[in-house]
């Protein structure tokens, strides 16, 4: 199956990904919210949450790099992948069902107004 040469890009950048030192820490544990990398899972107070690649992956970078504000864009780039084409809204999305699925006792991810996101420190 022919693959169109941004697809190609991308799917190389998240083998690339998936094994860089960023994807064999274990997990990443911020109070009640804990992301077990290897699994593929997140917990919140113990409780299983589920969420789709793209979340779990938008999820896991924004803790990794607590307390650093990234743009739509920077965000877009480094989850998404570079030739991703779709609108910046598509990361505003992304966090309110995050937030919806993490629920009150996970409140780190913050919006900066007129700049983007962070996930700060617990």
């Known amino acids: 199956m022919p693959y169109v040469p941004a697809e190609l890009y991308t799917r190389i950048r998240r083998v690339e990904w998936s094994r860089s030192d960023f994807a064999q820490q274990e997990r990443i544990k911020m109070g009640p919210l804990c992301i077990d990398l290897a699994a593929h899972e997140v917990t919140v107070d113990g409780r299983s949450r589920q969420l789709t690649h793209q979340e779990f992956a938008l999820l896991s970078f924004l803790c990794q790099n607590r ?12 989850v998404w992948g570079v030739d991703y084409y779709g609108s910046s809204r598509t990361v505003d999305i992304h966090v309110r069902r995050l937030r919806m699925k993490l629920g009150h006792t996970v409140n780190n ?14």
């Open 109 to 122: 991810l913050e919006t900066v107004r007129g700049v983007g996101y962070k996930m700060k420190e617990p």
């Open 67 to 78: 307390g650093r504000v990234f743009s739509r864009r920077q965000l877009l780039e480094r």
